[in-house]
């Protein structure tokens, strides 16, 4: 059974003391590929030497997070664009626009996504969105830039069932993880009137943990206890659910 870990930040400093452990805790439960958004340019190094130490299971994305975008996000975009232009990514990502820490950079945020989206036009790869508190705002962009050639991720989903239908409506797979295990997370309300076909995988790890684990650092390892969600929820055996979901990171990614 192969599992596919659509967001995780494997770099991140929670794991400093025992990453090489999480990873191969995560491997030995299944979950053997590693889809690693960037955050901005501090994180590059710690990726590239994640994919150097694990070539076969870690794909790297390259993008600047919204909540990073500062008076400084010009230059990171140039970055951005500098490193897509050196060597292979397998997404733009993650970007988009978050009103839940600070609305001070709204425009900023809104022009940083728009300019990511050209990009990923531009060398012909998927998007990863992160949106919080923001879904009309995510939406009248992606209404401005749709397009045959626009696809990717609504990364940790946690809409309603209209906004699910809107953002596939967009060429967007639903990126499900610990939310739908919570008790007031609410998606797994409406999830089986979505077909499996538009659902990955995610933990977004270190964040957002899984019950039983919520409240504690997630690892990627705890992609099962979604996974025994979903396979409730769908009525499918978890075998099933990884090898669907799995299929539709393949179409995502190219890989």
């Known amino acids: 059974m192969t599992i596919t870990d659509t967001h995780t930040h494997l770099y991140s400093q929670e ?12 491997i030995q439960a299944g979950v053997s590929r ?4 960037a955050i901005d340019s501090s994180c590059t190094k710690a990726m590239y030497d994640l994919e150097k130490n694990y070539p076969d299971n870690v794909f790297l994305m390259m993008g600047l997070h919204p909540t990073y975008v500062k008076e400084n996000y010009l230059q990171e975009l140039q970055y951005v664009e500098e490193e897509l232009a ?14 839940y820490w600070d609305k001070t950079h709204l425009k900023e945020q809104q022009t940083a996504f728009r300019k990511q989206i050209q990009l990923a036009k531009k060398y012909k790869l998927p998007i990863v969105i992160h949106c919080r508190e923001a879904f009309d705002e995510i939406f009248e962009i992606l209404e ?7 696809f ?19 060429n967007m797979k639903l990126g499900i993880g610990g939310v739908v295990t919570f008790k007031n997370g ?3 309300q409406f999830l089986k009137q979505i077909d ?42 978890a075998k099933d659910i990884a090898a669907i979901t799995t299929e539709n990171s393949k179409a995502i990614f190219g890989i």
Not at 15 to 26: G, K, N, S, V, W
Not at 155 to 167: K, M, S, V
Not at 211 to 223: D, H, V
């Open 34 to 37: 590693f889809f690693i958004p």
């Open 196 to 237: 499996l076909k538009h659902i990955v995988l995610e933990t977004d790890s270190p964040y957002l943990a899984p019950i039983p684990f919520r409240g504690k650092r997630n690892e990627s390892s705890y992609l099962i206890n979604v996974l025994d969600k979903l396979s409730q929820i769908y009525g499918l055996s």
């Open 15 to 26: 794991f400093d003391q025992d990453r090489d452990e999480m990873i191969q805790r995560a």
């Open 152 to 170: 990717g991720v609504f990364h940790c989903f946690t809409g309603t069932y209209e906004q699910a239908l809107r953002a596939i409506s967009y």
């Open 186 to 188: 609410k998606i797994d």
């Open 144 to 150: 401005e830039e749709k397009s045959a050639d626009l």
């Open 86 to 99: 050196k060597r292979k990514f397998y997404a733009i990502g993650e970007i988009g626009v978050d009103l």
